[in-house]
């Protein structure tokens, strides 16, 4: 699966992140250990621009698990004066010790010879002028480079930038690879407020989450992107960037597409198994993938393969063979801890830090009943998952009160920093009022996170201790999809009033689910608060709301029907007020205004 993407600056900012790629003009490389070695410590890097640094430099190349990556240069018309540094920095760049391999990435003007034309300062004029940069520049520098370095790779998005590429092919390059926006007779092109045309597409091909955002970018007719590599599988092995074969057109990208994201979600769990099996996992581990629960606070659980691991040794090694398989490294796989046979604490830190590894980890430690001695050593192997994008823990049923309550809080706090998605199940665990507040750490702490689901269900939680937890959910600025199970608590409407102002501050926010069954002191105040909110979303897209058997009457009901009416780029809307003091004819005008949307039912 391909490892490879893009970051923006102003990251609060969508549509100036789109923008800027227009008027990125600019270069960067880094240097690449091999993929296929030095499996400890895989880090991210990235390069960071400085205040200094202008809309020029919108877009942020940043390369995913190449290993210990030595350097990364971004040129622009301020950052270098004459063509002699650009070329003493490359050459730099391709010496450096225990690399495999250079990535260059260039988005700027090209010439019809490809040729890059480079913003530069005349040392005599001492005006900036363009400065032609050919390919046997830069060739010229990587055949004398002075190390082991195997492989270039050039990515060029810049108008009859496939010059290039014919003249790698007529030349056999063994040592060099090329992906060029478009082949030696064309130009490229932008879209209008939104950028480059060929890196939004190379976005939408290779970024799951970006390209739920950019299905409206259709291919451009004209333009014919073209590739050329003397060996395809050695961008995989160097710098997990995945390209099987060559690109002539713009359906290659969508069958790479098809591959690096669609095929994972279709994989069936008979595939999965078999790899496993071969592993030594018997039959008895495959949990069947059943319909989630309605309570599931993981709304994408379904695509993963649910494994039961005992606390035994044989299933320690068992692991261990699947940390080692590299092919199964993005694949979604949960873990039910099964701790019927043994409680053992040093078995369960084995079987935990053979996952540290992964990106997408799923673990299900709900009915373990978890002591201190557990939580801490649980906590010890968590917060060592600084290669995890995505953490979902199901710790429902464990009754966590006190002290153990506040150390998988301190665990969520240490990984909110840099993960992107998180999952947590506390449902059924008899926390009580205060003891829930340092979850308020968890959310002040977070700086990358961009989808939380949240189980506190069943649980006895006041009014007043959930709305000062959920007045800290305004701080997760970069939040696009929230996720909250608050059903059977004591919660009411100074919870929903602490949430939708809250909701207000989330500009980013994208999706909204609310399952807040059972819980009586919830009435048409709450909802007034929390539909006003709602109504000022308007870039919202999905929105679930479950208020069955709550004490909303006519006077909600009309508010959450205005509010279905205002909402006008929503994909989808499920509503449950059942149970309530709602009239049946208010509940029938709220079905027909989902029905007349064309909005998915749930259940009325």
């Known amino acids: 699966m391909i490892q490879s993407y893009y970051k923006y600056l102003n990251q609060n900012d969508r549509q100036s992140q789109q923008y800027a790629l227009a008027k990125s003009k600019y270069l960067i490389v880094a240097a690449s250990k091999d993929a296929s070695i030095n499996q400890k410590g895989q880090h991210d890097f990235d390069y960071k621009a400085s205040q200094n640094d202008t809309d020029e430099m919108g877009l942020l190349f940043k390369i995913k698990k190449i290993k210990s990556p030595k350097q990364i240069i971004n040129f622009n018309k301020f950052s270098f004066e004459n063509i002699q540094t650009l070329l003493i920095s490359l050459q730099g760049l391709f010496i450096q010790p225990d690399c495999c391999g250079s990535l260059v990435y260039y988005n ?86 939104f950028g480059s045309y060929f890196t939004n597409y190379l976005l939408w091909t290779f970024v799951e989450s970006f390209a739920r955002k950019q299905k409206h970018l259709l291919p451009h007719k004209n333009l014919h992107p073209c590739s050329y590599s003397y060996d395809y599988s050695i961008l995989k092995s160097i710098f997990n960037f995945e390209i099987r074969q060559e690109i002539t057109s713009w359906q290659d990208f969508d069958q790479i597409h098809q591959y690096i994201i669609e095929a994972p979600k279709e994989k069936t769990q008979g595939e999965l198994q078999c790899v496993l099996k071969r592993l030594g996992f018997p039959e008895s581990c495959f949990i069947k993938q059943e319909a989630l629960e309605e309570d599931h606070i993981n709304p994408f659980q379904e695509q993963y393969l649910k494994l039961n691991i005992p606390l035994t040794l044989d299933f320690c090694l068992k692991m261990q063979g699947l940390s080692q398989q590299r092919s199964l490294f993005q694949q979604k796989m949960s873990f039910k801890v099964d701790m019927d046979k043994s409680k053992d604490p040093i078995t369960l830190q084995t079987i935990l830090k053979q996952i540290s590894h992964l990106e997408y980890i799923s673990i299900d430690l709900s009915s373990c009943q978890i002591d201190q001695k557990l ?154 608060y929390l539909v006003t909110a709602i109504k000022g979303k308007t870039n919202i897209k999905e929105l679930i709301l479950d208020f069955e058997f709550n004490s909303i009457d006519d006077q909600g009901a009309k508010e959450i029907k205005d509010m279905i009416d205002s909402l006008k780029n929503i994909e989808n809307c499920e509503i449950n007020a059942e149970a309530n003091q709602i009239s049946d004819q208010l509940l029938l005008e709220i079905k027909n205004s989902l029905k007349q949307k064309n909005y998915q039912q749930k259940k009325l």
């Open 108 to 193: 700027g003007h090209g010439d019809k010879e490809g040729n890059w034309l480079l913003q530069c300062m005349n040392d005599q004029t001492q005006k900036v002028e363009l400065v032609k940069f050919q390919l046997s520049n830069l060739l010229t520098l990587w055949e004398k480079r002075a190390s082991n370095m195997k492989h270039l790779f050039l990515i060029m998005d810049s108008c009859y930038a496939g010059k290039w590429v014919e003249n790698l092919k007529n030349q056999k390059s063994t040592s060099v690879s090329i992906l060029s926006a478009c082949n030696s007779s064309e130009p490229t092109f932008l879209i209008d407020g």
């Open 375 to 528: 939580a801490a050593t649980i906590a010890n192997c968590v917060v060592e998952y600084q290669n995890a994008i995505s953490i979902d823990i199901d710790l429902s049923q464990n009754e966590l009160k006190g002290q153990i309550f506040q150390v998988f809080c301190i665990i969520f706090t240490k990984l909110c920093k840099t993960l992107k998605e998180l999952f947590i199940n506390f449902n059924w665990n008899y926390i009580q009022n205060d003891s829930i507040l340092p979850l308020i750490s968890v959310f002040q702490s977070q700086g990358t996170l961009e989808s939380l689901s949240l189980g506190l269900s069943q649980n006895e939680i006041g009014d007043e201790s959930m709305s000062k937890v959920f007045s800290e959910i305004r701080q997760m600025v970069r939040l696009n999809q929230l996720v909250l199970h608050i059903s059977n608590t004591q919660i009411g409407n100074e919870t929903l009033k602490s949430l939708a102002e809250s909701l207000q501050c989330l500009q980013n926010l994208e999706g909204f689910k609310l399952i807040a069954k059972w819980n009586q002191k919830i009435s048409t105040e709450g909802i007034r």
